[in-house]
């Protein structure tokens, strides 16, 4: 079945440091892909998504591209800020509807100033 | 911005008790689901809600699950005898109806202790 692989966390990082968190996927099919936050003590929220191959997704500094031939969707961001400390998974979703949202473990980020 | 919203926001139960977790999905969202964390690990899905019917389910959905809609905006999640490890967050999510391309828009959760 489909499955989400997520670098092991906890990464932990200086402010205005690059940050890398790696995620590829198995899917029967031509997956969306998601990258989702969680801040402490609040729900999930979506990050940025991308549907097709080559697309970047982008939100608030953060990028993702949607790689078809390595299978992946590593997300990175050039300058991390303390505020981005949260655990983020990585998810994909197949296109037919209603299809349920299949999660990676989870990375957790610090960051200290 | 439309919320999904989920009550109550924290429940505490005694084991063998039955809990309802209640949600109100985005009023145009078709798809339901229901997911849940165990503290410190993984999202897991549960179970998902098309046009008044289950359309996918979890293994850990057993026949102490269920889940209902039952007026037009409410979905339901009920426990019928509460485990010790069925304490965690749950999450309600809900997805529009071009469903392929969108991503799911989560509750806050509700967070189950069963003691």
């Known amino acids: 079945g489909d499955s989400v692989t997520q670098m092991e966390g906890p990464v932990t990082l200086s402010e205005e440091a690059f940050l890398t968190i790696n995620c590829t996927y198995t899917?029967?099919?031509?997956?969306?892909l998601f990258w989702y936050v969680q801040y402490p003590g609040e729900g999930l929220q979506l990050l940025l998504k991308?549907?097709?191959?080559?697309d970047k997704g982008s939100n608030k500094g953060f990028e993702a591209t949607y790689r078809k031939e390595t299978t992946s969707f590593h997300l990175e961001k050039g300058s991390v800020q303390v505020s981005d400390s949260a655990v983020y998974f990585c998810a994909l979703s197949e296109k037919q509807a209603g299809t349920a949202l299949i999660f990676g473990k989870g990375t957790t980020l610090s960051v200290s100033s | 911005e439309p919320e999904v919203t989920q009550t109550p926001s924290h429940q505490v139960t005694q084991m063998g008790q039955e809990v309802i977790l209640r949600c109100v999905p985005i009023s145009n969202h078709l798809y339901f689901y229901w997911y849940r964390q165990i503290l410190g690990q993984k999202v897991e899905f549960l179970v998902s809600f098309y046009n008044n019917e289950i359309s996918e389910k979890s293994e850990i959905f057993d026949d102490q699950f269920s889940v209902e809609r039952p007026d037009g905006s409410n979905f339901t999640l009920k426990i019928r005898s509460t485990k010790l490890e069925d304490s965690a967050m749950y999450f309600c999510?809900?997805?529009?109806?071009?469903?392929?391309?969108?991503?799911?828009?989560f509750g806050s959760g509700t967070r189950l202790t069963v003691v």
């Open positions: 991308a549907t097709k191959a080559d």
């Open positions: 899917a029967t099919g031509y997956p969306s």
């Open positions: 999510a809900s997805r529009p109806p071009r469903t392929a391309l969108y991503g799911y828009t």
